[in-house]
């Protein structure tokens, strides 16, 4: 599968074997280059750096968030401490868009155990992540008490009668997995 952006012309990121690979470095894997357009036409470069745990560092900065495909869904771990950077923000959910779009899960789980902060321009990545078509469940866990109360109070998570929400829950990523996976057996036989 081969992912095109739109800057420099003729990029491309390949994801190969589980890994996002620059077509270029495809066959060496460790320190390829991975890019996506911001929507600014401007280009941010991400380098794998530990293939055995799908760490993404963009340049120059931290770790911003671990992917790490399943075989029935795709779980993304963000290693932030907060989501009210807007630049931070854009750069996570463009990075887990890529993913969903060439993974093309069913259902996305994040492990919020990192954050203790979220704004309110930190909902654009969780609600961009929900309106991708392939996508029918996006899975929160491990939520911090202030995280929770920010989601429920913004009635983005189940909570009493707000059962309809466009996010859901899960004390805990195996939680989440168990859940799905019991769900889309159920389903498909």
């Given at each position: 599968m081969i992912a095109q952006c739109g800057c420099p012309k003729g990029f491309e990121v390949v994801w190969e074997n589980g890994?996002?690979?620059?077509?270029?470095?495809?066959?060496?894997?460790?320190?390829?280059?991975i890019a996506f357009c911001t929507g600014f036409d401007t280009l941010s470069f991400l380098t794998i750096t530990d293939l055995s745990t799908g760490i993404f560092m963009a340049t120059g900065t931290s770790a911003?968030?671990?992917i790490l495909p399943h075989s029935s869904c795709l779980i993304v771990k963000i290693l932030e401490s907060q989501m009210r950077d807007f630049a931070r923000v854009i750069q996570i959910k463009e990075t887990i868009i890529t993913?969903?779009?060439e993974v093309v899960p069913k259902t996305v789980i994040i492990d919020l155990s990192q954050m203790h902060f979220v704004g309110s321009?930190?909902?654009l990545a969780f609600l961009a992540i929900r309106r991708e078509p392939t996508v029918e469940n996006v899975v929160l866990c491990n939520?911090?008490?202030?995280?929770y109360k920010v989601f429920s109070v913004c009635k983005l998570i189940p909570d009493g009668a707000n059962i309809s929400a466009p996010l859901q829950?899960?004390?805990?990523?195996?939680?989440?997995?168990a859940l799905y996976d019991g769900k889309m057996d159920?389903?498909?036989?």
């Open positions: 890994w996002w690979l620059s077509s270029a470095e495809s066959q060496r894997g460790f320190g390829c280059l911003l968030i671990e993913a969903v779009r321009v930190g909902f939520l911090d008490a202030n995280v829950l899960a004390d805990t990523v195996e939680a989440a997995i159920a389903s498909e036989g």
